[in-house]
């Protein structure tokens, strides 16, 4: 699909060149100018596309050169030694034109992959200072002061203790399948599941009195990779749940060859130019972390599964609230 639409666009920019260049000539515009006018456009493509598309253009501007503007016309004769040079030295331009763009691309390539080493070591000092911070602090507490704490005191640490351990494991995953995504080393185990099992191990999981859980589809199974998928979803419902303090509802239908899970929160949304944009990682996800979380990785995450799985996911805001919509294909 993405060769279909850069080989249009190359024909798209050329053809737009060289009908500009046809009526340019009516009034007199040099051979060097209507030059000028191809290599920009040889230009616009190899910057915009790959390196096989800039020769392409540069190959079409050459012959569209020769053909249209030089003597004799409607021909791929050269007459001219001044033509014949003209033609070539299109060609060495378009050719350097091309490496040009190679080398810039792999530059802003370059520069982010930087971005993005600072966006994980910004987070990385956020999200993971957090629940250590307070692990260590418990700990201590339980250390300093356990003669003096009754029952009640204990067993509050030490679930303290526990669930920041729990959200620092979460965190921890999502940051190493993060990094798997971003190199394409994603790797799905793909099976047979239970759905109402998959579903019930999911609520077992997140373990929160808020969710609701709405299975309407008349399918026993689906074809995932359980684990990956559990924590797209999971990671999906525990984002909805820290920006919501409401209750969230899963809902899961299924229709034409394909599964759907759509998580909905009454919490603030996000902003329209974040819904237009794409979930890319290390990208915060609503307006305010409110102290709830650090990038945006756990939903970033989802996304990625959710593509490797052949799926899309989709965010709309509601009145008030959140709706995350998921789609996976359905397999025999």
């Not at 378009?94 to 971005?115: D, F, G, M, P, T």
């Not at 859980?213 to 820290?242: C, M, P, R, W, Y």
Request: net charge negative; with cysteine; proline share 2%.
């Amino acid at each position: 699909m993405t060769q279909f639409k850069h080989g249009f666009y190359t024909l798209f920019i050329m053809a737009v060149a060289i009908l500009g260049c046809l009526a340019l000539s009516n009034w007199l515009l040099p051979l060097g100018g209507i030059l000028l006018i191809l290599q920009l456009a040889c230009a616009i493509v190899a910057l915009t596309t790959s390196r096989f598309y800039g020769l392409l253009a540069g190959v079409a501007g050459a012959l569209s050169f020769n053909y249209f503007f030089t003597e004799p016309l409607h021909s791929f004769q050269i007459a001219e030694v001044e033509d014949s040079i003209n033609f070539v030295v299109f060609i060495i331009v378009a050719i350097l034109i091309s490496e040009l763009a190679v080398y810039v691309n792999s530059q802003q390539h370059a520069l982010q992959v930087v971005k993005t080493q600072s966006s994980v070591l910004r987070s990385v000092s956020h999200d993971l200072r957090t629940p250590l911070s307070t692990i260590i602090g418990s700990v201590e507490t339980y250390m300093t002061y356990q003669d003096k704490l009754d029952d009640i005191e204990r067993q509050a640490l030490l679930k303290g203790v526990h669930d920041e351990g729990k959200r620092l494991y979460v965190y921890v995953e999502n940051l190493l399948q993060a990094t798997r995504i971003e190199h394409n080393a994603l790797a799905l185990n793909l099976t047979h599941v239970n759905l109402t099992a998959f579903l019930a191990n999911l609520e077992s999981r997140i373990n929160s009195g808020r969710l609701k859980v709405i299975n309407n589809s008349d399918s026993h199974g689906i074809t995932v990779s359980e684990s990956l998928f559990e924590q797209a979803l999971f990671n999906v419902i525990d984002n909805a749940l820290k920006f919501s303090d409401d209750s969230v509802l899963l809902m899961v239908s299924h229709s034409d060859g394909e599964f759907k899970f759509q998580i909905a929160d009454k919490g603030e949304g996000i902003s329209d130019e974040q819904l237009q944009a794409p979930i890319q990682l290390f990208q915060t996800s609503r307006r305010s972390d409110s102290g709830k979380g650090g990038i945006g990785l756990g939903l970033s995450v989802a996304a990625g599964i959710v593509h490797a799985h052949g799926g899309a996911i989709k965010l709309s805001n509601t009145t008030p609230g959140l709706l995350v919509s998921i789609t996976i294909p359905k397999r025999d």
